[in-house]
T-cell receptor, first 113, second 115 residues
């Protein structure tokens, strides 16, 4: 069975641009969470979606938004990119709304120049 | 404020040797604690998960311990291999009630196994 998949794997953008990252959860999983991991740090929670509704939001500015589709895949959008947005963006899926048993994807490496 | 502190920040050991990584947390109310292995530039992969009532959990050469009273956990790696080189992240889940859980991540311990 396929695990969590994310696209693209790598991305280079310039300041002020916007970016869309995509995530497909494990088949049957209804919840998707997004994390930002800056080099040398642990992941920081951005959003959780369950059954297409936002379930939780971390301490990130409104430039960050996300949504979940009927097939439970998800997109993370970041507007007006800043240099500090450069990070590994991780998506994790879980069977239900609880996040105790999350499975992570390989991540998307975003570099903002 | 919920915190997860890991030590050491980085560690270098010889292939074949054992090592122990530490995790201290202040998360409350506690739900479970998980150790992840993360290769550079990749997503974390779960090694063990322990609830309040579990003291020890093994996964091959990885053995995790949990002391819920002192809020400490350790991850012991036996007979290390070069492929063990990675960051090891401790994640503690808080039971926020009504089926809601918040995760607090440690910054990880970067382990390098050298020949």
């Amino acid at each position: 069975d396929a695990g969590v998949t994310q696209s693209p794997t790598h991305l280079i953008k310039t300041r002020g641009q916007h970016v869309t990252l995509r995530c497909s959860p494990i088949s049957g999983h209804k919840s998707v969470s997004w994390y930002q991991q800056v080099l040398g740090q642990g992941p920081q929670f951005i959003f959780q979606y369950y059954e297409k509704e936002e379930r939780g939001r971390g301490n990130f500015p409104d430039r960050f938004s996300a949504r979940q589709f009927p097939n439970y895949s998800s997109e993370l959008n970041v507007n007006a990119l800043l240099l500090g947005d450069s990070a590994l963006y991780l998506c994790a899926s879980s069977l239900e709304g609880e996040v105790r048993t999350q499975y992570f994807g390989p991540g998307t490496r975003l570099l903002v120049l | 404020k919920n915190q997860v502190e890991q030590s050491p920040q980085s560690l270098i050991i010889l292939e074949g040797k054992n090592c122990t990584l530490q995790c201290n947390y202040t998360v409350s109310p506690f739900s479970n604690l998980r150790w992840y292995k993360q290769d550079t530039g990749r997503g974390p992969v779960s090694l063990t998960i322990m609830t309040f009532s579990e003291n020890t959990k093994s996964n091959g050469r990885y053995t995790a311990t949990l002391d819920a009273d002192t809020k400490q956990s350790s991850l012991h790696i036996t007979a290390s291999q070069l492929s063990d080189s990675a960051s090891y992240i401790c994640v503690v889940s808080e039971d926020s009630g009504a089926g809601s859980y918040q995760l607090t991540f440690g910054k990880g311990t970067k382990l390098s196994v050298i020949p």
